[in-house]
């Protein structure tokens, strides 16, 4: 098979490419690197620097088997600063893509949504008909939902949606101005300072690791359930921020009190995935917390060692 991806550059894309050519398929892949990094993408891809936004992307897909849309403006905060670029990229960008995939007659599109869908939710575990986005973020993410929906009423394409709670695991970008939690407090223990949590700590967040969901994409490839429907990734257990500050500690032996900060505007007290609709296809998470975050802090003791932190 014929793999195209979009934000291969990323912290999903770059697992997913390393998997697929694991699995011999062959790996096609574009980012314009605005936050994802090139020495990440794994030899054997063939990358091309563009934006989602541009011309010609049926170009490049023409041949493509199935093609992932993974590339988005995705930092919560960052897209609280500016709704135009997120609208931009996550909206225009993926009408975009979606095109171009039609217009190259690519069989399936396999696109990231997120658990930010749930948002304004007060069900928990929230399966994915309680949608209730709230932030730019989010709402860009249902637009694409939308659009996703139109492209199957008006030209019976066949999609794959997926609400990804909190992945983490190699890779991860730590970059950001406000990082992902889980990479924000190893690289801050790490180094012996002291790490920042935004709120009381109590907010409580599904994590996913993932080697995980690169199994459920593998099954998005070749298992027919998967088509047109929509899939909540993760794990269906969730722990508060304290919890994973403590457990990062334990692993890592640090004693560091945190310092607490202002909660960030536009974030979900609690998220908890209802996974019952990707279990039905047969899929199920294998990876607990601590191994996945042992494998996560070895990840960024490597890169500080090289120098990249
Ligand atoms: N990581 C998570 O926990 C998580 C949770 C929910 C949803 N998602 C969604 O999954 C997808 C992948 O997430 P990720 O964690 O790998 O993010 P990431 O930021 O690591 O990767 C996204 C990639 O898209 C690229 N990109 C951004 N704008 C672009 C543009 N205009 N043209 C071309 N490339 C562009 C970036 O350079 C980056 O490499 C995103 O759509 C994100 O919204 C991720």
């Avoid at 637009?143 to 992945?167: D, I, N, P």
């Avoid at 593998?218 to 899939?231: G, Q, V």
């Avoid at 047969?282 to 990840?299: F, H, K, Q, V």
Wanted: glycine share 8%; charged share 25%; proline share 5%.
């Amino acid at each position: 098979m014929k793999i195209a991806i979009t934000g291969i550059a990323g912290f999903i894309g770059t697992n997913l490419a390393r998997t697929l050519l694991e699995a011999d398929m062959e790996v096609l892949g574009i980012d314009n690197l605005s936050y994802g990094l090139k020495e990440n993408i794994p030899a054997g891809v063939e990358f091309h620097n563009r934006d989602i936004r541009g011309s010609g992307l049926e170009e490049l897909f023409s041949g493509a088997d199935v093609v992932f849309h993974l590339a988005a403006k995705n930092c919560i905060s960052d897209c609280q600063n500016d709704p135009v670029e997120t609208a931009s990229i996550n909206v225009a960008g993926t009408v975009n893509v979606f095109e171009a995939t039609r217009q190259a007659r690519v069989r399936k599109v396999i696109y990231a949504e997120s658990s930010a869908l749930y948002e304004g939710s007060s069900q928990f575990p929230t399966p994915e008909s309680d949608v209730h986005p709230k932030s730019f973020y989010a709402v860009s993410k249902l637009a694409g939902m939308h659009f996703a929906e139109a492209f199957k009423r008006y030209y019976g394409m066949t999609f794959t949606a997926l609400r990804y709670f909190c992945v983490y695991g190699p890779i991860q970008d730590y970059r950001r101005t406000i990082p992902p939690v889980m990479s924000a407090f190893i690289i801050k223990l790490l180094k012996g300072e002291q790490p920042v949590i935004y709120g009381t700590g109590k907010k409580r967040r599904d994590f996913i690791y993932v080697d995980d969901i690169n199994e459920f994409h593998m099954k998005c490839l070749t298992d027919s359930r998967t088509d047109n429907r929509t899939f909540n990734l993760g794990s269906g257990r969730n722990y508060s921020v304290l919890e994973i500050y403590d457990t990062i500690s334990r692993l890592l032996g640090t004693h560091i009190e945190p310092i607490f900060e202002p909660d960030l505007p536009g974030e979900a007290q609690q998220t908890l995935a209802d996974i019952s609709e990707a279990k039905s296809v047969g899929w199920e998470p294998r990876t607990d917390l601590p191994t996945g975050m042992r494998n996560a802090i070895s990840y960024i003791k490597g890169e500080m060692e090289k120098g990249r932190i």
